[in-house]
């Protein structure tokens, strides 16, 4: 089953790759440009809402939100590029929030063993939220694979439920 994640933050790309029985394409921050710099934030940041004080090099104190941290690193990376660095170099500056997109190609068994680690609670909460979209969507077109799992009231966890 190969499945494409769109959207997903670079962080969510790291966390997937170390699945070993899989076969990835991924987006590469090499040859992607940037400039235009999208970044996934967690759940309950208020993106415009100042929450730390940066301390520039003269002293001064700016405050600024994720929102204004996230034009930041956009404008760093475009002025690397302006400087003429490369891609590949000017994406040093890139957070982990930055977007990105994966295809992941496994069989169903690895697919079992994925959703068992990324739709449980202890999951990383973007991991987690994905995951549990995708088993509710393979449920319905293979259940015989997956009808096994139980997905919680909230839908923000499943697990195996043996028969």
């Given at each position: 089953m190969m499945v494409r994640?769109?959207?997903?933050?670079?962080g969510f790309t790291h966390e997937q790759v170390r699945h070993r029985l899989i076969s990835v394409t991924q987006e590469s921050t090499r040859y992607v440009d940037e400039s235009n710099l999208r970044v996934v934030a967690p759940p309950g940041v208020d993106p415009k809402r100042?929450?730390?004080k940066l301390v520039m090099s003269d002293g001064r104190v700016q405050e600024i939100s994720f929102e204004d941290?996230?034009?930041l690193n956009?404008?760093?990376?475009?002025?690397?590029?302006?400087?003429?660095?490369a891609q590949?170099?000017?994406?040093?500056?890139?957070?982990?929030?930055?977007v990105a997109e994966i295809v992941i190609t496994a069989n169903f068994r690895e697919w079992r063993h994925i959703f068992q680690l990324r739709c449980s609670p202890g999951a990383h909460w973007e991991i987690r939220l994905t995951m549990v979209?995708?088993?509710e969507r393979v449920q319905k077109l293979v259940p015989?694979?997956?009808?096994?799992f139980v997905i919680d009231e909230n839908h923000s966890s499943a697990k195996i439920v043996r028969n």
């Open positions: 994640f769109d959207d997903v933050s670079r100042k929450i730390v941290w996230a034009k956009e404008q760093m990376y475009a002025g690397l590029r302006q400087e003429g660095l590949e170099d000017a994406r040093q500056i890139l957070p982990i929030g930055v979209q995708l088993l015989v694979v997956f009808d096994d």
